[in-house]
Each structure stands twice: as C-alpha cells, then as structure tokens.
C-alpha cells in the first residue's frame, strides 16, 4: 500500500468522469507578478487562491546577485524556506518575515529573513512564480522517508507526473529531479549544473503512476526518519478549458543542432513560462517567462534556479503560437547533439474576457523627458498604440508589442521597417506587472517628450478580443496558427524586417480586397488582391496568407494584430452612412471607450476616438493612425450612446456621408 503524503487535496474535487464539472484556466493556477521591494510590508495580488486551494510560491530578485531563489509552500506552511541554488535544509523565517499569510488572490510578504534569502529588499526587483495545486497541473506533497528501496508515495496530480522535483528539508542534499523524457533510471539536480546521470538509488528504475510515484533508498528522496517535500508537474494531461481537454503545461525534450536556426518544438499552445536544461552537458538550468521577457528575436531576460545571480539576457528562445523554437548556439540552450529536458506553462489568459476594462485602457499623459513608469490599469500590457496630442508637434503613431520586445517600435503612418530604438530611448521595457516603462527620449520619437501630452491605448491579448502572431515569410500559399480561439474579423499585419506597407484583412470587404492603415485609400479589391489573403477568410485557429509580398515575402519577419468580436467587451463593425446621425449598436452596456472607424468605398483617415480625451455630447477629439497630424478638437462627429456610440456627418471626418460605407474597431 502506498505511503499517504500530506498534500492540499481540496483542489482536486471538481472531476468527475475525468471532465471538469467547473472549468479550469492557467490564468487561475500559474502566475509570473513582478513587484519591487519595499523593505517593509506589502502585499501580492496575483488572483491564484492560496490559502484556499494552496500552492507553490518560488521568488528571485532580479536585480541582486547575491539574493538566493526562496521556495515557500502551504503545505509545510509560511515561513518554511528553501533555496534551490543551495542543498540547504528548510530554515524557519519568523513572524513578520518572508510570506507572512498566503491569501485567497495570492500572499502578503514581510522583511526578509535573511541577506540571502530575501524576498523583499527594499528597491530591489523581484518575479514571483505560482503554482497552484490543481489537478492535471502541479501538486505539493511531504513525506517521511523510511529508507526501503521500491516504497511508493502518493499524490494528488490526477495523471502521470511529467517533472518531480524532491528535497530533503530536515539536512542538506540535493534537488533531485524525476523527468519523463530522461526515464526512471537517470537523475539530475535542480540546484546543479551537473549532466544527468544513471541510478536506481531515487526512482527504484520505476516510472510514476497517476496515483504514486517510486523511490530508491538513497538520502536524497529517501533516508529512513527524513523529511521531504516533492513537487509535481503534470504532462500533457488535458483538465483546463471549457471543454476540459486543453493543455496548459508539457514536460518534454529536444536534441539540439548548434545553429541558431535551432529547433521547433511544437506544444500546442503559446508558452509563458519555461525552465530548461542540457541534459548532456554541465550547463545552468535556465528560467525565461513573457513578463521578464521572451519575445521574438529580441533579448530573453534569463534566471538560473541553480545560481543566485542577477537577472541577465540574450537572443535564446523565439515563442511562436503553437510552441517555441531554439535561436542560439549558447550550450545551455542548443549544444549540437545533446539532450535538453523542458517544463513550459501555457500562456493565458485562456478565459474570454466580459469586461473591456480588463482589456483596454487608453491613458493621457504629460511627457516628462526622464525615465518613467506608464501605469495602465490592465495586466499585462501586451500591445501599446501611443501618440502625441499636441498641435504641430509632427509625430507619428508608434506602435510597440510585448512579444516583439520592448525598444522595437512600428509607426503606423509610414511603410518604414522596423526601429530598434535602444540607442533613442522610447518603450524601454514591458517589465511592469500593470503597465510599462518608457525613456528619457527628448527628441528622435519622442514619445515622453516634456511638455508634450500623449495618449497612450493599451490593449491586453485575451480569447476573442485581441491576438498578436510574429511570423517569418515564405511566399508560398500558408495557414499561420493563432490563438484568438475566434475568427478573425479585422487583421493588421506590419511587414518588421523590410519597408513595405500596413496590410489590413476586414471580414466586411472580404478575403479578395485589403486596405492599407498607413493611407486614406479605399478598399482595394481589384485583380490580384486574393494574393494577400490567399483568397481564404481566416478560422477560429489560423489565418491565410497569400504570394504578396505586403504579408509573406520569403525570409521576412511579420506582425500580425488580430481583433474579434467579444460579447459586452468589443465590435469589430460596419455601417453604410445616412447624412446625419445614426446609434452604432455594439452590444454594451455602459458606452464605447475606444473608437476606429475607416470609410471603405472613398478616401478617408482611420480616426480614432476615446474617453480619456473625451467622448461627449459636443466636441470630441480625434486623431488619426495614417498620419502625424496633431488631434483635432473641433467637431462633434461622435457622441456618448450605452448601447455603443452616435456617429454624426460632419465635413472634417465624413464618416457618415449617405450610401458610403465603413468599417471599425470599437472597445467597452
């Protein structure tokens, strides 16, 4: 009979023939929260249920590198802390140190408990990661060891463990670590940089079960009278979802090629969060996740569970929607011919949002010339539209996105490539649990340009509402997965690594036309126009692109922005124009906070409207993306509706001119 571990079962009981009754979603059990210390008190609200249905907290300062990584946990309880860059036993923090109280949205945090292991240095910079104890997820469990070669443990995971990683907490040994794809019969140490070796001394040469798991008589997972915790992860094993079959965590292996054209390695699902290790070789394991930073050709910001250095980054990992794929030689990562073991978590959220505000918000701001924090009110940002207000400063719209990376800018009223602005600092980093970082840019693209006032749209990705893709072309007839889990009904795509133009798909003018953002003109839909879209609308799970160059010339690099629309949260419209005023009924309740529109059959801007500048009975200020004119403020084209919004012909927009026709983008 298997020994019966201690573990926090209340997560498991919402199974029931193997379908979730109530759904599941990674955005509920796995958080990256980023914070700064404060040197006192304060508290971490990620939404993960903690004292409720318990968990894993893992914290490293990023900016420290002599500040060790603190594992803490519910089931031996706050203040019970491990470090996986040590083999130390657990050490006690007292009252007031460390966690102090693990809460129904994630912990409160105290002084630290020591110089090493800190959790709340003040001014220092800290990622949090947690794990909530869900079945098909993770599961944390303690034991007693008894010395016996062949005894097995217990646990709550509701599927085959894909990753174990046990720890003697009573005497110092080493992280041993179980991987499904080095077997029952290697090993390897999370606080080592070792390569994996062979012995039968930790898995008894016994692969795990859905209900237990094997262990050998050595010290480290099995000395008689110890005590251990171990740490789950489940494989593959469905459980989240509206259906109850989706995937949100893989633990698997990849043989490397030294190139940096590395490797594909195909999950299902966008990562958020992956931990790696050369397998082969002494190497560091490795930490990289979206909040920090993995993004696509850029620098991926790095932490190595075995060491306690600072934060540090490089070209390492491009994240695509079905999975990532290896883009350095670095041995950590792709040595030719070695074996490297993975944990990757999906990236969330994976629930449709039924709030525009959880998705959108659009700030005004004043430029102060110096470095400085935007604070959006939404987490994360994923995509910023951001442009000056003010009359005859000449800039233009400029567009950054989480997934490309900070410091690489777009700007919509021009075909240029993309500008790597790191030497001109602008969007300097979206390391920002609730908004982002801008520089100290006084001139070149100015986008914090003392005294200038700017407005800021912030969007977050989110099922049915927004999606952003990066791909590389290959000028041949292709489908491109996405993850908007909606079809598509406005897609804007921005070749990045060559000059060429804004290609926009809208459902309304159909596979066979495009229009372009960066001009006034028309829906183009004249002979040849199908090559864009390969003459196919988009699905729910991928889109189609042509022989056009605009959006698939071969070895260029694109960006695509894709919008849906969300019930209660977004429209993607059209109208044809009466001459005067009409309702455009959105389905809201409480009025559009965000307005695009574009007429299609004639010439015309694509002007936008917002209430942080003001959607009101009269005047309403407009700006538009194909230019770098200043916001005009002296037309009543739109007005407030709770239904959506009133749109009025006047002559300086003539978004309502009888007969025309128009298409739009708006927001809750």
């Not at 915790?229 to 490397?256: E, K, P, R």
Request: glycine share 12%; hydrophobic share 35%.
């Amino acid at each position: 009979m298997p020994l019966q571990a201690t573990s926090g079962a209340a997560s498991y009981d919402a199974f029931g023939g193997g379908v979730p009754v109530v759904p599941n979603y990674i955005e509920e059990v796995f958080s990256t929260y980023l914070y700064t210390g404060n040197g006192s008190t304060q508290t971490i609200t990620n939404g993960i249920d903690l004292s409720g249905k318990g968990g894993l907290t893992w914290i490293k300062s990023r900016s420290s590198g002599s500040e060790y990584h603190v594992l803490q946990d519910t089931v031996r309880g706050r203040g019970n802390v491990l470090s996986s860059n040590t083999s130390d036993q657990s050490f006690s923090s007292s009252a007031g140190e460390s966690i102090t109280t693990y809460n129904s949205t994630g912990f409160s945090l105290g002084t630290n408990r020591s110089a090493t292991q800190a959790v709340n240095t003040n001014s220092a910079t800290y990622v949090s990661w947690t794990f909530r104890e869900q079945a098909k997820f993770f599961d944390v469990l303690t034991y007693t060891g008894n010395g016996t070669a062949g005894r097995t443990v217990a646990h709550n995971l509701g599927s085959v463990p894909g990753c174990i990683i046990v720890k003697r907490t009573d005497d110092a040994d080493g992280w041993a670590v179980y991987h499904r794809s080095l077997g029952a019969t290697k090993y390897i140490f999370l606080d080592q940089s070792n390569a994996s070796g062979t012995y039968s001394g930790y898995w008894n040469n016994t692969e795990p079960t859905s209900s237990v798991f094997s262990l050998g008589n050595d010290a480290a997972v099995n000395a008689s009278g110890a005590t251990y915790v171990a740490y789950l992860f489940a494989h593959d094993a469905g459980g989240f979802g509206l259906t109850g079959t989706d995937n949100v965590i893989s633990c698997g292996s990849y043989t490397g090629n030294g190139s940096t054209t590395g490797p594909v390695v195909t999950l299902g699902y966008e990562p958020q969060w992956i931990m790696l290790k050369n397998a082969s070789a002494t190497t560091d394991w490795v930490i990289l996740d979206t909040m920090r930073g993995l993004v696509v050709g850029g620098t991926d910001r790095e932490l190595n569970p075995n060491q306690s250095g600072a934060e540090s980054g490089a070209v390492y990992i491009t994240p695509t929607a079905t999975g990532f794929q290896l883009n350095t030689t670095n041995g950590a990562y792709n040595a030719s011919g070695n074996t490297f073991i993975y944990v990757a978590i999906r990236r969330g959220p994976m629930k449709v949002p039924t709030s525009g505000t959880s998705v959108f918000s659009a700030v005004s701001r004043t430029g102060t010339s110096a470095n400085a924090t935007v604070s959006a009110s939404i987490s994360p940002v994923d995509m910023v539209l951001e442009t000056a207000r003010d009359a005859n400063f000449g800039t233009a719209p400029n567009a950054f996105d989480r997934l490309r990376g900070a410091n690489r800018l777009l700007i919509t009223s021009t075909t240029g490539a993309e500008v790597n602005t790191t030497s001109t600092p602008t969007l300097t980093g979206f390391d920002v649990q609730n908004g982002y970082t801008v520089g100290n840019d006084s001139g070149g693209y100015a986008i914090n340009y003392s005294p200038y006032i700017f407005i800021n749209w912030n969007f977050k990705r989110a099922p049915s509402f927004m999606d952003v893709v990066c791909y590389t072309g290959t000028y041949t007839n292709r489908t491109i997965s996405h993850n908007l889990q909606a079809v598509p009904e406005l897609m804007i795509i921005k070749q990045r690594s060559t000059s060429n133009a804004w290609s926009v798909y809208s459902a309304t003018v159909g596979p066979t036309g495009v229009m372009y953002l960066n001009t006034t003109g028309a829906a183009d839909t004249s002979a040849g126009r199908g090559a864009y879209w390969n003459s196919t609308n988009p699905t729910a799970s991928v889109f189609s692109v042509g022989q056009d160059g605009d959006v698939n010339n071969s070895g260029d690099t694109y960006v695509n922005y894709l919008f849906a629309t969300c019930a209660g949260v977004s429209k993607v419209f059209s109208y044809t124009g009466n001459g005067s005023s009409q309702t455009i009924n959105c389905g809201f309740t409480g009025g559009a906070r965000f307005v695009l529109i574009k007429r299609t059959d004639s010439t015309g801007d694509w002007y936008v409207w917002d209430t942080a500048r003001g959607i009101v009975a009269g005047n309403d200020p407009h700006l538009s993306l194909n230019t770098t004119a200043a916001e005009v403020t002296s037309n009543d084209t739109i007005d407030t509706d709770s239904t959506g919004f009133v749109v009025n012909q006047v002559s300086a927009t003539n978004v309502n001119v009888s007969s025309a026709t128009y298409i739009g983008l708006a927001i809750a």
